[in-house]
């Protein structure tokens, strides 16, 4: 979630200083952005990942306070809600084999925080965009790790919404919660990638990642279960985006809504994305470290902008700049889920990577090739229905710009993806090995969110079926794949126009066997799903060549 801050509560007059402290770090920025040594460096790839404990039965365990304070490792950071933590990758070069370091690495991190939270706690660090098993109840106020910038925050949102405030996360009439609190945030967990990008290439890489980041997302899809609900494949992403009580809000004068793909195509130079940031947003959180009369800048000669890069964090854009002080500026890529595994994450990096680079290399610019319409219809398409959906994508000839099916296009683009990882200087080896796994998940239709939707399937039949009946799986496990791969699955639309719309899932029955979200055997198939997709992101094996559970219940393997 960001910088930490200090004080909970904020006068006017704080606000006020800051919205001027901003004004003079965007002023700052322009000059530093223009030195012709600023983003003279090497391009790397960092990470942050989002993870959730898991207690024994599948639910969610809100020890994270605990386990931080035992790991002493300030690479693990608390995240928003008690059950969260966050692992930040040290950054690599994105040249040689950039993403076997980087799932190296998450594998140890995940590794770390569970050998502690295992062994104190009985809890693991589980990878996935939503647990399963959460309720509403497990993110009430209550649940808000007690930290100060999450305190701020709050605080800062109560002013801004009515609490509890709605939320849907599925269709229906069972698809809409009350919320109270940012810590409906901590149902939401992402791998987060940060690419390093000159000043001078700014523009056409971050249009080329807007573009790109539908389908990645597509194809990244493990996010089915909002709150123990029947939604999307990634529904994270609707999660996330009303998770602050804002979004929709129509009235005149209401703020816009701090998490979203974004208004339009980045014009102008990089300057441009961090005015906009700083321009169409209030200030939430007014903190600053340091007296307003020094300017000093850190050991590599750049000013720390403070203040910019605290605010900045509290703007949720799936694509976001990042300002750095050590001397670059960085396009953070925010849409992809948590998990499966670390290998599955480190794929699902390689192609978004790959496609961006291509797609801006020569200076070419996307912003002419497609409206943006199309490009955010694109975003939330690829989120409800994964690689059923219909993206567009621009073409050579006319008409400029077509649709295809999601799994289509991703074989389509694959080649591209290759082309641009190359010319960064990955090892064709690892270009290889990387997206020919990916190209396997595409082709068996297997995503995280397909594994889950599925795997619920079977165990519900299963519970359902008459103690004598037989052994019915093969014939289940049989009849879900061939549903997915006829398309059975509601694909729906998104309107392309001048005013866009946000899917915010697709039209989804209850959980199989649910028996509400407060307990029953609904929690024990949840929880049953939970702890084998658990034990199976620790085995490290790509989630497509996972099975669908055999007969015995996971308590009795």
């Known amino acids: 979630m960001g910088k930490d801050v200090g004080p909970v509560t904020f006068t006017e007059r704080d606000h006020v200083h800051f919205r001027a402290r ?71 070069p994105l040249r040689g084999r950039p993403f076997t370091a980087m799932a190296d690495q998450a594998t140890h991190r995940l590794r770390q925080i569970t050998a502690q939270s295992l062994r104190l706690h009985g809890a ?5 965009g939503t647990l399963p098993t959460l309720t509403s109840a497990d993110v009430t106020t209550e649940a ?81 279960f909002p709150l123990g609900r029947s939604g999307g494949q990634e529904s994270r992403i609707p999660l996330y ?34 005015e906009e940031a700083v321009h169409a947003y ?77 797609l801006a290399a020569g200076g070419r610019d996307v912003a002419r090739c497609l409206p943006f319409a199309c490009a955010e219809a694109n975003f939330y398409r690829a989120a409800r229905d994964g690689l059923r959906a219909s993206l567009w994508w621009p073409a050579s000839g006319s008409p400029p710009h077509q649709e295809h099916e999601a799994a289509a296009l991703v074989h389509k683009l694959l080649p591209q993806a290759r082309t641009g990882l ?54 289940e496990q049989a009849a879900a794949t061939s549903r997915e791969r006829t398309g059975s699955l509601p694909r729906g639309d998104a309107a392309v126009s001048g005013a866009s719309t946000t899917p915010t899932g697709q039209p989804a029955e209850a959980v199989p066997g649910s028996g509400g979200t407060s307990g029953g055997p609904g929690r024990h198939l949840l929880g049953d799903l939970t702890m084998r997709y658990a034990r199976l992101a620790e085995s490290a094996a790509p989630v497509h060549t996972w099975n669908l559970p055999a007969d015995l219940p996971w308590s009795q393997r």
């Open 241 to 274: 985006e009303q998770g602050f009580g804002d979004r929709g809000d129509a009235r005149p004068g209401a703020p816009r809504p701090r998490v979203g793909f974004g208004q339009a195509w980045l014009r102008g130079g990089p300057l441009a994305v961090f």
């Open 144 to 224: 808000l790790t007690p930290v100060p910038r999450f305190h701020a925050l709050e605080r800062a949102w109560a002013k801004r919404r009515p609490t509890p405030f709605p939320m849907r996360v599925a269709e229906g009439r069972d698809g809409v919660l009350q919320a109270e609190s940012v810590a409906v945030q901590g149902a939401a967990c992402s791998w987060q990638v940060h690419l390093t990008v000159p000043p001078d290439r700014f523009l056409h890489t971050f249009n080329a990642a807007q573009l790109a980041t539908a389908p990645a997302l597509a194809v990244a899809g493990n996010s089915p």
């Open 22 to 92: 901003l004004e003079d770090c965007l002023s700052t920025l322009g000059k530093v952005v223009s030195d012709r040594e600023f983003g003279a460096v090497p391009a790397t790839l960092g990470a942050e990942l989002e993870a959730s404990l898991v207690g024994e039965s599948g639910g969610p365990a809100p020890v994270n306070v605990a386990v931080h304070e035992v790991l002493q490792d300030d690479r693990i950071a608390l995240e928003v809600a008690r059950f969260n933590l966050e692992a930040n990758l040290e950054p690599v």
């Open 422 to 475: 190359t010319m960064a200087g990955v090892d064709a080896e690892e270009a290889d090995t990387m997206l020919n796994l990916l190209h396997e998940r595409v082709s068996t239709g297997r995503t995280g969110a397909w594994w889950q939707q599925r795997s619920l399937e079977v165990l519900s039949r299963r519970r359902e079926t008459p103690r004598g009946g037989g052994r019915a799986l093969p014939t």
């Open 124 to 128: 693991r660090a589980v990878p996935i």
């Open 282 to 358: 209030d200030v939430l959180l007014p903190a600053h470290d340091r007296d307003p009369r020094d300017s000093g800048s850190d050991e590599a000669g750049y000013p720390p902008l403070e203040e910019l890069r605290l605010h900045l964090s509290t703007v949720w854009s799936w694509n976001r700049p990042v300002y750095d002080p050590l001397g670059h500026l960085r396009i953070e890529l925010r849409a992809l889920p948590s998990g499966p595994t670390p290998l599955d994450m480190a794929v699902n990096t390689a192609f978004l990577v790959g496609l961006t680079l291509f």
